[in-house]
Antibody, heavy 119, light 108 residues
Framework: QVHLQESGPGLVKPSQTLSLTCTVS??????????WNWIRQSPGKGLEWIGS???????YYNPSLKSRLDLSVTSSKNQFSVRLSSVTAADTAVYYC???????????WGQGTLVTVSS | SSELTQDPAVSVALGQTVRITCQGD??????ASWYQQKPGQAPILVIY???NRPSGTPDRFSGSRSGNTASLTITGAQAEDEADYYC???????????FGGGTRLTVL
């Protein structure tokens, strides 16, 4: 059973960079054709796909966030990470890390971590 | 980028059948996946592919597709099915993912 766990600061100041890491256990981040995703949910709103990274380092970004976004993978630690720069209050959300299969279905989700952007 | 459209809210009487729909161009190329989310919890996958249920998904849940519209059907809705439901798919031509806006299901 694959388990994902988000970690990182729960409070970020406006204009600074949000950084989160997802640790994968119960399976290798390099296995199969899975790709590793970040998804967020603003309070009371729907799910928004942020982007995905393959263990090879290939990335796909939501066009609306691309200019501020950097996703990376650290295979040796079975982790992947997100950095979102120049944050504003609109970036306040629960951030989920998740594993997607080739067909786009997301079979494993982290529990989510709330990140608040506030001074 | 493409979009997926869902009705914001649907209600169903206990024990009756309800269909939740998801519409978008990407669904002509890729099947939708469906997720159930209850308050304060992460989403869970309930349907994927043509009509596949992960272990743990009750068989009252089923999926289908016609053209650019995917449907999640709950046959004999139970009180515990009250939740938000989201569809997603890959975007045509790449690995970008897209989500629908979600449907809040109320079981009366």
């Amino acid at each position: 059973q694959v388990h994902l766990q988000e970690s990182g600061p729960g409070l970020v100041k406006p204009s600074q960079t949000l950084s989160l890491t997802c640790t994968v256990s119960g399976g290798s981040i390099t296995s199969g054709d899975s790709h590793w995703n970040w998804i967020r949910q603003s309070p009371g709103k729907g799910l928004e796909w942020i982007g995905s990274v393959f263990y090879s380092g290939g990335t796909y970004y939501n066009p609306s966030l691309k200019s501020r976004l950097d996703l990376s993978v650290t295979s040796s630690k079975n982790q992947f990470s997100v950095r979102l720069s120049s944050v504003t209050a609109a970036d306040t959300a629960v951030y989920y890390c998740a594993r997607a299969r080739v067909d786009g279905s997301i079979d494993y989700w982290g529990q989510g971590t709330l990140v608040t952007v506030s001074s | 980028s493409s979009e997926l459209t869902q009705d914001p809210a649907v209600s169903v009487a206990l024990g009756q059948t309800v269909r939740i729909t998801c519409q978008g161009d990407s669904l002509r190329d890729y099947y939708a996946s469906w997720y159930q989310q209850k308050p304060g919890q992460a989403p869970i996958l309930v349907i994927y592919g043509k009509n596949n249920r992960p272990s743990g998904t009750p068989d009252r849940f089923s999926g289908s597709r016609s053209g650019n519209t995917a449907s999640l059907t709950i046959t004999g809705a139970q009180a515990e099915d009250e939740a938000d439901y989201y569809c997603n798919s890959r975007e045509s031509g790449g690995y970008h993912l897209v989500f629908g806006g979600g449907t809040r299901l109320t079981v009366l």
